[in-house]
């Protein structure tokens, strides 16, 4: 662990991390036995591949399985092992309709038919589409490119899946479909992106922009305005290597004549408005 990165509760880190995290990344900020803590008290709880999420998406299976219903929504999202912008902080979960069960209500709730659904969890591309019907913008394009990235989704399937749809939210559930990435690498750049997508830029995940003979991919790029946006972050920013790196990279942009811009993951996740404002300027 870095001097210079700061060491937060287990549970926390797993939070910033997007709901679910491998150890190696988990590790700058978090001891093991802070980890194993964690689980122990029911904070964290391990999945697959050596990971940890978050304990709100198991109380979901357990809720949606006593009133017989399922897991979806967010909860789902991060039971399918994605990374989620605003990882849950209570269950979502899906009961048959008709069900007239409420001793285990929870704000979110909701009602469909469940023929085709498994016994726990939504599917992988139901649970993208419900997400994008009920979640913000930037937060649902979050879990469409986790879905995308760790391959449970596949691109066509996705649009295919949106052209005829209709009701509430059927206009972002386009929307988001065909804005969803999977190059995006974690849920910090899909929201950087997102808030880059409202003020009418043309962003791209992960754009290829060549100078001094190599192949750059800023976080979010725009070729036609020549805009680079970056999502910078502690984890993989913090030691002396990365930080020469950094500035060898901007500057090359700029000589180039890209315009760099760089927002902190605190920035991108929790004052949104002003990092529309500054993109704005651009678009």
Same mark, same amino acid.
Request: net charge positive.
């Given at each position: ?8 509760? @287990? ?37 697959? +591949? ?10 979901a299976l ?5 009133? %017989? %219903?399922?897991?979806? +929504? *967010? ?32 704000? +979110? ?37 986790s ?18 749809v ?16 999977g ?21 791209? @995940? ?7 003979g190599?192949? *750059? ?9 020549? *805009? ?22 901007h ?5 180039a ?25 651009? @678009?």
């Amino acid at each position: 662990m870095t001097a210079d990165q700061p060491r937060v509760p @287990a549970a926390q880190a797993v939070r910033d991390l997007g709901g679910v995290a491998r150890w190696a990344d988990l590790r700058p900020r978090v001891t093991r036995h802070a980890l194993r803590e964690a689980v122990r008290r029911g904070e964290l709880s391990r999945c697959d +591949h050596g990971r940890y999420r978050v304990a709100e998406a198991d109380e979901a299976l357990v809720l949606a399985r006593r009133i %017989g %219903g399922v897991a979806s +929504h *967010l909860s789902a999202a991060v039971l399918h092992g994605w990374e989620v912008a605003r990882p849950p902080t209570d269950a979502w979960f899906t009961v048959p309709r008709g069900s007239r069960r409420r001793d285990v209500w929870t704000p +979110h709730t909701y009602r469909a038919d469940l023929v085709d659904e498994p016994d726990d969890v939504t599917r992988p591309l139901r649970t993208v589409l419900d997400c994008a019907r009920r979640l913000p913008f930037e937060e649902a394009l979050a879990v469409a490119d986790s879905a995308l990235r760790h391959g449970d989704v596949e691109p066509l399937e996705l649009r295919i899946a949106t052209e005829r749809v209709g009701g509430r939210g059927a206009g972002q559930l386009r929307r988001v479909a065909a804005h969803a990435d999977g190059r995006a690498a974690n849920p910090f750049e899909s929201v950087l992106r997102a808030h880059a997508l409202e003020v009418g830029l043309d962003a791209v @995940a992960q754009l290829a922009v060549r100078v001094e003979g190599r192949v *750059l991919h800023p976080d979010v790029g725009d070729a036609g305005r020549r *805009l680079a946006v970056e999502a910078e972050s502690w984890a993989y920013h913090g030691d002396a290597d990365a930080f020469r790196s950094d500035c060898w990279r901007h500057t090359v942009l700029a000589v180039a004549g890209w315009r760099v811009l760089r927002f902190t993951w605190q920035q991108v996740m929790h004052d949104g408005a002003w990092v529309r404002r500054c993109l704005a300027a651009f @678009a």
